[in-house]
């Protein structure tokens, strides 16, 4: 059996997986983020670890399971962050999580010296505080101590994969995430780290997806309830390994939407998708040589949990009320709109001094006028990217949706209105990333032959057809929603310039 450990934002999901890829059993234990003025996004690494011990002991238990049972282990994790660890392996920072835009003048340095374009074709990234180079460079300029005790820049799954393992490095999908890693050479940017004035000795080795890395340590295997020597596969970023977890595995595949905290759009490809609008970046799969062109927003289903807990449904129920509130109320056709960048954001602008806000609010709006506004929000940035990836030779014709967000039929319906193409829903809506970290760890090991089994381990479900009507609607009130964000643009760099979120 393999277990499958998918670090998100909100917490770490452990997954039991049969060795023919059935689903077994799951457990998820949260944690804690926090979240400040001036775009802070923080949160413990020692927190991930004491999640994924106590939802693997909780796994093991749930599924009657043996220690001797698991033949791997694997992960999926959140991208762009740093975790920054001494000498002797422990945390000096709090790990900035990708959500973190606070090294916008880290991202100016770089600019000034590489540019964006030249940024761009490095790395298939902009050049962005999101990512974990400006992050870095962050945390070096304004916490010098800590920073003086810094042996190596590690992302989450990879900090999870050194406590069980005692190996520091990382793969290709989550370096791609970092602005560090030179796309076409397949290594790191010498470029791009001379220009952050950062040494490369802090930057780990970078393996394939399937590597084998090493084995559970004894002290890794009292903590987790695991048997010591189990082999520990590296995985990937959450991204690509929801890909693989939909079955996007090469450009048949068509596309999907990912509805978790941030979300996005992507599709699966042989070569890096270059926008010469950079509306889109282009990470590496997790399957080696594949590449996964994508445009993300930075809150998507944040922004339905916002206005959910904003709203105070007390209830599963009072939840659904909301949802259909919003199901049977006008938002767009009634001249209401929401930008949906709460945390900033990344595709199509990516302007870190990006807020969001409800524009054109009138005296009979409920709260499922506002609920309404918000999915359409999400939908209306969304669909740049697939416009994007449209201009660059990219069509799309049908889309999954995977991520807990997809649960919402008014959302999907919305989409598919909008976007004037079916929308289905995937049967493994929660366990995307969880999947296709069990695909890499089984081929890593060779339980699985090859990464296309990924394809028959879930199917579509629930399916959402485009009503014509709604789409010519929506056709003629994306250019408003444009011009919104357009005319605020500048309100939103004032308010920044002027140290109003500082």
């Known amino acids: 059996m393999i277990i499958s450990h998918d670090l998100g934002t909100t ?33 413990d690494p020692l927190a991930w670890w004491d999640a994924l011990a106590q939802a693997t002991r909780e796994l093991l238990a749930s599924a009657g399971a043996k220690p001797e049972d698991i033949d791997v282990v694997s992960f999926s994790g959140q991208m762009m962050g740093v975790v920054a660890i001494d000498d002797a392996g422990d945390p000096v920072f709090p790990s900035i999580i990708w959500a973190d835009t606070r090294a916008t003048a880290q991202t100016d340095r770089l600019l000034d ?10 790395t298939g ?58 796309q076409r050479a397949g290594t790191w940017s010498e470029e791009l780290i001379a220009a952050s004035g950062l040494s490369r000795e802090i930057f780990p080795e970078i393996v394939d997806s399937t590597t084998v ?72 799969h997790v399957i080696p040589g594949r590449f996964v062109p994508t445009a993300t927003m930075q809150a998507g289903g944040a922004s339905l949990q916002w206005i959910v807990d904003t709203l105070s449904p ?15 109320r006008q938002a767009s ?5 929401f930008l949906p960048h709460l945390l900033g954001e990344r595709s199509p602008y990516w302007n870190p001094h990006a807020r969001a806000a409800f524009v054109g609010l009138l005296r009979h709006h409920d709260r499922g006028h506002m609920t309404r506004a918000v999915l359409e929000g ?51 809506v929660d ?40 789409t010519a609607r929506y056709a003629r009130e994306y250019p408003v929603f444009l011009d919104a964000y357009a005319r605020l643009e500048p309100w939103f760099d004032a308010l920044a310039a002027g140290g109003s979120d500082a």
């Open 11 to 43: 917490g770490n999901k452990a997954t039991l997986v049969a060795n023919d890829g059935r689903l077994i059993a799951a457990v998820t234990v949260h944690y804690d983020t926090d979240f400040g003025l001036g775009g802070k996004a923080e949160q």
């Open 314 to 328: 007390a209830t599963a129920a009072d939840y659904a009320e909301l949802l259909d509130a919003a199901e049977n």
């Open 125 to 182: 990234h902009r050049l962005n505080p999101t990512y974990s180079l400006s992050k870095t460079m962050w945390l070096r300029d304004t916490s010098p101590d800590a920073f003086a005790r810094v042996r190596r820049i590690l992302l989450a799954k990879d900090f999870i994969a050194f406590k069980l393992t005692g190996v520091q490095v990382t793969d290709r999908s989550d370096a791609s995430s970092t602005n560090a890693y030179d």
């Open 378 to 428: 999400v939908a209306f940035n969304l669909l740049t990217g697939l416009r994007a990836f449209a201009d660059c030779g990219t069509d799309v014709d049908r889309i999954d949706v995977i991520g807990g967000a997809a649960n919402a039929s008014a959302l999907l319906q919305i989409f598919a209105d909008m976007w004037g193409m079916p929308v289905a829903r995937r049967d493994l």
């Open 113 to 122: 010296v590489v540019g964006m374009e030249r940024g761009y074709q490095i």
């Open 213 to 284: 890395i090493g084995t559970i340590t004894a002290d890794a295997a009292r903590a987790t309830g695991l048997l010591a020597g189990t082999p520990v596969v590296i995985g990937g970023g959450d991204g690509p390994m929801a890909a693989l977890g939909a079955g996007i595995t090469d450009a048949s595949s068509g596309a999907y939407a990912c509805m978790g905290s941030s979300s996005w759009v992507s599709v699966a490809a042989d070569a890096p998708l270059y926008d010469p609008q950079m509306r889109s970046m282009t990470f590496n």
């Open 431 to 470: 366990e995307a990333g969880a999947i296709g970290a069990a695909v890499v760890a089984g081929v890593g090991v060779g339980i699985f032959e090859n990464f296309e089994v990924a394809a028959t381990l879930s199917k579509r479900s629930t399916g959402y057809e485009p009503n014509p009507e709604a």
């Open 333 to 337: 056709g009634e001249g209401l709109y």
